[in-house]
């Protein structure tokens, strides 16, 4: 038999704007991350070999991690 707890999160309302604000730059960062991707990939990614797409992903990372904390409060 598993036993689990349920808790539901209740923030004051400092923390639900941070939340909100973290959910957001999230959800910024993976559509900007996935729309350099794409763009990337239609246009020379598909054709390199797969070193270099391992250093592209890892620079691709680093860019949206810097654009992710330029834009946090």
Known sequence: M?????VAP???D????YLA????MARF????????????YES????APPQSRRKWRRKL??????LQARAAP
Do not use: F, M, S
Request: net charge positive; glycine share 2%; hydrophobic share 45%.
């Open 21 to 24: 604000c973290a959910a957001g």
């Open 44 to 47: 020379q990614a598909n054709q």
């Open 14 to 17: 400092a923390r639900a704007r």
């Open 2 to 6: 598993i036993l689990a707890h349920r």
């Open 61 to 66: 990372r680093r860019v949206a991690l810097t």
């Open 29 to 40: 960062a993976y559509k900007w991350a996935l729309a350099e991707w794409k763009r990337q």
């Open 10 to 12: 209740e923030p004051n």
